[in-house]
């Protein structure tokens, strides 16, 4: 019944390797979105998709490539992993704006550790 | 640039107190102003939300306080509780134009009992 689920928890991996992280969410949620929280904790946006369509890419290394093979789901793969992309990524989801239940809804994160 | 400045960085309370969370903004077309709470090992999860037609939401012992002409907005936690001890981040947003949400740098908040 879990509502954006991330998988997998914990990811350790060396440096140079090429990895995904997978989400679903099963709340009918039109949008998607990848976040990365830092050591400090700072969330920030990298991608987001409406209903399958890119609509927003942060100023992201083109290392990272979000896929969605459709609206329930929205996957994020790294090539070439560095140090600095040790992190901890959130999935989330979103209603349509201006409905009362309007707010993002965030899986449990993946703990990214590159070595 | 930082569009959503938060602090403290972060407090400390004791049971019962009051803790208060302020935050400031600077795009004046952000209409949705929303607070989440992150336990350690979860995701970031939605306590409250206000849009800027009201100047205060209230649920339970969680209150947003909201002044348009000054762009800030907190978040006040009464009679605070050791469970309430949690990361808290404020965001902000262009609902109209369903962008994104900006988040503040979050506020570690230790309650002790």
């Known amino acids: 019944d879990t509502a954006v689920s991330q998988t997998p928890k914990y990811l350790v991996t060396q440096m140079g390797n090429d990895k995904s992280i997978k989400c679903e969410q099963n709340l009918g949620h039109d949008t998607m979105y990848w976040y990365k929280q830092d050591s400090k904790k700072f969330l920030k946006i990298m991608f987001s998709?409406?209903?399958?369509?890119?609509?927003i890419n942060e100023t992201v290394p083109n290392r990272f490539s979000p896929k969605s093979p459709d609206k329930a789901h929205l996957n994020l793969h790294i090539n070439s992993l560095e140090l600095g992309d040790s992190a901890v990524y959130f999935c989330a989801s979103s209603q349509k704006p201006g409905r009362d239940n309007y707010g993002y809804t965030f899986g449990s994160g993946t703990r990214l550790t590159v070595v | 640039q930082q569009q959503v400045k938060q602090s403290p960085q972060s407090l400390i309370v004791q049971k019962g107190g009051i803790s208060i969370i302020n935050c400031a903004y600077e795009n004046t077309a952000f209409d949705y102003f929303p607070w989440y709470q992150q336990f350690p090992g979860k995701g970031p999860a939605l306590l409250i939300a206000i849009r800027p037609d009201v100047s205060e939401k209230k649920e339970g012992r969680f209150t947003i306080s909201f002044n348009k002409s000054a762009k800030q907005f907190s978040l006040h936690i009464m009679d605070s509780q050791p469970g309430d001890s949690a990361t808290y981040f404020c965001?902000?947003?262009?609902?109209?134009?369903?962008?994104?949400?900006?988040f503040g740098e979050g506020t570690q908040l230790t309650v002790n009992p």
């Open positions: 998709y409406n209903n399958k369509e890119l609509i």
């Open positions: 965001a902000a947003s262009r609902e109209t134009s369903g962008s994104r949400l900006t």
